[in-house]
């Protein structure tokens, strides 16, 4: 069975904060993608990674990095969190080969920023 | 841009009633289609995906889907819903041109009444 884990499933951070979301995977997948989900907005592309110190933005970049120094291990960092990036934090991981693979997903990390 | 539209937000239904989820996209190119679904404090997990061939896919759990590329339509079907069905169901699309990205819609939560 696939595994995507994310580090914590409830985060309470304070505005200002520097926060890091984990995402695990091993099943040895070359891409990862950070999401985040909010209602009536569905999931929403952060960042995404296809290797090692690769990445790419994807449509909501703005105030978020990423890292990727291992292959199974992805990072979502908010520099200085914010009320605006209260939301669930959704990782996912899939083989090469496009679009064509199916994406598997983490439990989700739900942050809220006071 | 590219974009994805789910009509339906909130549906309820009755246990044996028919279900039908409106999915269309904005892509001029070929894409690789999905529907992922989530149940409640599950993660998210696939559902179905048409890539090319018979415009009509089958799932897992009945469910299946029909690709009708003069209307951009994706919409997911399932002929008797049950209970069990109850969750959230979000329609994906990669265009082939790009990497594994996905561009998801806003999603529908079904919720089916026993």
């Known amino acids: 069975d696939v595994k995507v884990t994310q580090s914590s499933r409830y985060l309470v951070k304070r505005t200002g904060e520097k926060v890091f979301l984990e995402c695990v995977q091993d099943m040895d997948h070359e891409n990862m993608f950070w999401y985040r989900q909010d209602p009536g907005l569905g999931l929403r592309l952060i960042y995404f990674s296809y290797d090692v110190k690769m990445k790419e933005k994807g449509d909501i970049p703005e105030g978020y990095s990423v890292s990727r120094e291992k292959k199974e291990r992805f990072s979502l960092i908010l520099e200085s969190a914010s009320t605006n990036q209260t939301s669930m934090y959704l990782c996912?991981?899939?083989?090469?080969?496009?679009?064509?693979?199916?994406?598997?997903f983490g439990p989700g990390t739900r942050l809220t920023v006071l | 841009a590219q974009s994805v539209s789910q009509h339906n937000h909130h549906v309820i239904l009755s246990e044996a009633a028919s279900l039908e989820l409106g999915c269309n996209y904005s892509y001029g190119g070929t894409v690789n289609l999905f529907w992922y679904v989530q149940y409640p404090g599950q993660h998210l997990q696939l559902l179905l995906k048409?890539?090319?061939?018979?415009?009509l896919v089958k799932g897992i759990k009945g469910f299946e889907a029909e690709f009708i590329k003069s209307k951009f339509s994706f919409n997911l079907r399932k002929p008797s819903v049950q209970w069990s069905d109850t969750a959230e169901y979000f329609c994906a699309v990669n265009a082939r041109s790009n990497t594994g990205k996905l561009i998801f819609g806003q999603g529908t939560t079904l919720q089916v009444k026993p």
């Open positions: 996912a991981s899939s083989p090469p080969g496009g679009g064509y693979n199916e994406q598997f």
């Open positions: 048409y890539f090319s061939g018979d415009p």
